[in-house]
C-alpha cells in the first residue's frame, strides 16, 4: 500500500532539515522538529503555576503575553459585553423554551461553582503600568448556540473570547496558546482501520472541570 502512494521524486535539505517526499497525495514532509520559544515558556509556566485541588480538580493561571511583552494588554470590554448580552435578551424573548433553558444553563454553572460573582467593576480595575493606562479584566461576551438535530446538548453557551476590546485586542490576542497538545484526527481516524471495533467516549464539560486561578 505504501509502495503505491509514494512517487520516486524527494529532497533532501542539509543535515537536520526536513526530508520532502512526493506521494499521489501530494508532497509530505518527515524529519525532527524543534519546540517554539514560545511553546517552551508556556509549558513551563504552566509546570510552575498548576495546582491540583483537594476536589481533584486542576487550577491553572492563564498565560499572558504581558509577562513577556508589557505592552501588550487589554483595552475596555464592559459595555460591548453588555450591549451583546442585552441582544441575546431580545433574541430570547421570542422564544421562551429556550430562554428557560438558557436560565437553567446559568444557574448550573453557579451550581457547580465553574464561575462566581465578579468583584469590583472595570472602572475600578484600571491600572496605570508600562506607561499605559489598561484594564485589569476582562468582561467575555456569551451567547447560546441551538442546535436542534443534537441528541445531547440541544443548546450551550458559548462565551467569545475572540471578542475584541476598546484597544482592538481580544482576550485570545494576549494569551500564549502552546504547543497543540491533541492527537492529530487524520492520523487518529486512519489508526482505526487497524481495529475491528473502535469506541468512542465524551467527556461532559470537560473544559469547564479546569478551574483558573482567581
Not at 52 to 71: A, I, N, Q, V, W
Request: proline residues 4%; contains cysteine.
Amino acid at each position: 500500500m505504501l509502495a503505491q502512494i509514494i512517487l520516486p521524486y524527494s529532497r533532501i535539505g542539509l543535515a537536520g532539515e526536513p526530508i520532502a517526499q512526493n506521494t499521489h497525495l501530494g508532497w509530505i514532509l518527515s524529519g525532527r522538529t524543534e519546540a517554539t520559544d514560545k511553546d517552551l515558556w508556556c509549558e513551563s509556566f504552566f509546570q510552575k503555576t498548576f495546582v491540583r485541588r483537594s476536589d481533584g480538580r486542576y487550577e491553572e493561571r492563564l498565560p499572558f503575553k504581558t509577562y513577556r511583552d508589557p505592552p501588550i494588554v487589554l483595552g475596555r470590554s464592559h459595555q460591548m459585553a453588555l450591549n451583546r448580552f442585552l441582544q441575546l435578551e431580545r433574541r430570547m424573548s421570542s422564544s421562551p423554551e429556550r430562554r428557560s433553558k438558557y436560565v437553567e444553563e446559568v444557574k448550573e454553572y453557579f451550581a457547580l461553582e465553574q464561575i462566581a460573582q465578579a468583584v469590583g467593576s472595570e472602572r475600578s480595575l484600571v491600572r496605570n503600568t508600562f506607561k499605559n493606562r489598561h484594564v485589569a479584566c476582562c468582561v467575555l461576551p456569551q451567547h447560546a448556540v441551538f442546535r436542534k438535530e443534537s441528541q445531547s446538548t440541544k443548546q450551550r453557551i458559548v462565551f467569545d473570547a475572540s471578542s475584541g476590546t476598546s484597544n482592538g485586542r481580544s482576550l485570545n490576542d494576549i494569551l500564549w496558546t502552546g504547543p497543540s497538545l491533541q492527537n492529530d484526527m487524520s492520523a487518529v481516524t486512519l489508526n482505526w482501520r487497524k481495529y475491528r471495533f473502535v469506541f468512542t467516549a465524551d467527556i461532559g464539560k470537560i473544559y469547564r472541570c479546569i478551574a483558573v486561578h482567581p
